[in-house]
C-alpha cells in the first residue's frame, strides 16, 4: 500500500472515530438502554445510536443467489461490514475477529444476529467471489454487491464511508473502515461498533443488546 493511500486510509478512521465518538456524546439519551449499559455498551466500542435511522432502498445481489431490498434487511440483528476480497489487511483481521466473536456468542444470541459483508470493490467482487472468500471465515456469513453507486449510498447512510479504488490501476486497493454497523431487526441503522473490535468485551455486551 502506498504512502499516499495509507493517509487515506488513516484519515478515514480519524473521521469514523470521531464520528463514532460524537454520536457517543449523545447514546446516552437513548430511551430503550438505562445509563449504566449504555456506559457499558460504550466501554466495548458499541455505539447506539439516540433514534435510529431508515436505510435507503437499494437493490443488491446476495450470496445467496437472491436480490435484496436493502430495507428488507429484518427479522434479525446484524453487524454489516464494508470490505472487500482483495483487501490486504482490514478485511482478513475483521473478519477473523467476527468468527471469533460469533463463537463466544451464546447459541441464543448467535441465532438473533447476522453478519453482513457489504463489498466495496463490485468491479472485482462478484457473488461467487464474495461467497468462496466468505465461506473460509464462516459459510453463514453473508456477502452483498452491487452497483457501486448504490454501495456508496448505503455506506454514506451508514456513516461508514469509504474511498473507491483506481480500478486502471491492476492491483488497486480501496480505502475503507474497519467500523460496523449494527442494524436492529426491523431494518433500521440501530448504531456502531468501533474499530478496532475488541472482541472479548463485544460478546460481554452485546448478548444484553440484541437478546430476542
Same mark, same amino acid.
Given at each position: 500500500m502506498s504512502y499516499q493511500s495509507k493517509g487515506r486510509t488513516l484519515i478515514l478512521s480519524i473521521v469514523g472515530v470521531l464520528l463514532a465518538l460524537s454520536i457517543g456524546l449523545w447514546a446516552g439519551n437513548h430511551l430503550t438502554i438505562g445509563q449504566d449499559q449504555a456506559t457499558a455498551l460504550r466501554e466495548a466500542g458499541i455505539i447506539t445510536l439516540p433514534t435510529s435511522r431508515e436505510l435507503p432502498a437499494l437493490q443488491l445481489a446476495s450470496t445467496d443467489g =437472491?436480490?435484496? &431490498?436493502?430495507? =428488507? %434487511?429484518?427479522?434479525?440483528?446484524? %453487524?454489516? +461490514? +464494508?470490505?472487500?476480497? +482483495?483487501?490486504? /489487511?482490514?478485511?482478513?483481521?475483521?473478519? =477473523?475477529? !467476527?468468527?471469533? !466473536?460469533?463463537?463466544? !456468542?451464546?447459541? /441464543? =444470541?448467535?441465532? &438473533?444476529?447476522?453478519? !453482513?459483508?457489504?463489498?466495496? /470493490?463490485?468491479?472485482? /467482487?462478484?457473488?461467487?467471489?464474495?461467497q468462496l472468500y466468505l465461506e473460509y471465515f464462516d459459510p453463514e456469513f453473508i456477502g452483498l454487491t452491487g452497483e457501486l453507486a448504490d454501495i456508496q449510498t448505503l455506506s454514506n447512510a451508514l456513516s461508514i464511508p469509504f474511498i473507491p479504488g483506481d480500478t486502471s490501476q491492476p492491483r488497486y486497493t480501496v480505502d475503507h473502515s474497519g467500523n460496523l454497523a449494527i442494524l436492529s431487526p426491523d431494518g433500521r441503522q440501530y448504531g456502531f461498533i468501533r474499530a478496532p473490535l475488541d472482541v472479548k468485551e463485544i460478546a460481554q455486551q452485546l448478548p444484553k443488546l440484541i437478546a430476542p
Open positions: =437472491a436480490t435484496v &431490498n436493502s430495507q =428488507a %434487511l429484518t427479522g434479525k440483528w446484524s %453487524l454489516v +461490514f +464494508f470490505g472487500y476480497t +482483495f483487501c490486504p /489487511d482490514i478485511c482478513p483481521t475483521t473478519l =477473523a475477529e !467476527l468468527r471469533q !466473536l460469533k463463537k463466544l !456468542l451464546p447459541e /441464543d =444470541a448467535q441465532h &438473533n444476529l447476522q453478519i !453482513l459483508m457489504v463489498s466495496v /470493490d463490485p468491479h472485482r /467482487d462478484s457473488t461467487e467471489q464474495l
